[in-house]
């Protein structure tokens, strides 16, 4: 019996040491082949020593994978993430011209514009978000304060991609 236990237990720790195909190509799965081509996507090991490399995507053009302007409810965050960091990396400054959007890349540029009053104010993404349903844009204390929608917390605004960034990071 102490026997069999062993083997049973030597053999779910040789099988939980195995690993399993993380990612599947494009050829195979339906889901990928209707929404993105093969010819966006080239094999890159992550490193020399790779076994299975996986498919990373490449953008050649980012101005053909995400759309140039957008409208929508815009917010703002201010003292409550001042001096945290933020998605790529840099410590968020309640102060400056910047904004969180969910899908553009970090460091872009971006002009916004309030749709009421036509202020705008051109901000740097560097986070993520909103995460609140119906919003499509976080700005910065003082870039709300500039759009002069701070004592109403929202408002409708107009944006506008000026450049696209390389989404790095900053250590």
């Known amino acids: 019996m102490k026997k069999q236990v062993i ?3 030597i053999f ?13 190509s494009s050829s195979s799965s339906s889901r990928f082949s209707s929404s993105r081509s093969s010819s966006n996507y080239k094999r890159k090991p992550l490193s020399s020593k790779a076994k299975n490399p996986k ?4 953008i050649k053009n980012p101005k053909l994978s995400y759309r140039q302007s957008w409208h929508g409810t815009a ?4 003292k409550k993430f001042h001096g945290k960091k933020t998605a790529n990396g840099e410590i968020y400054n309640m102060h400056a011209f910047t904004a969180a959007h969910k899908t553009l890349p970090l460091g872009t540029m971006v002009k916004i514009t309030n749709i009421a009053n036509k202020k705008s104010v051109i901000v740097k993404i560097n986070d993520r978000g909103p995460y609140i349903q119906g919003r499509i844009i976080d700005l910065s204390y003082a870039a709300a304060q500039k759009l002069d929608y701070i004592g109403n917390g929202t408002a409708e605004v107009k944006i506008k991609v000026l450049k696209f960034g390389d989404n790095g990071y900053k250590k």
């Open 12 to 24: 779910i720790l040789i099988v939980g040491c195995t690993s399993v195909p993380r990612y599947i």
């Open 75 to 78: 917010s703002y965050y201010g």
């Open 7 to 9: 083997i049973v237990l």
């Open 55 to 58: 498919l990373i995507p490449v």
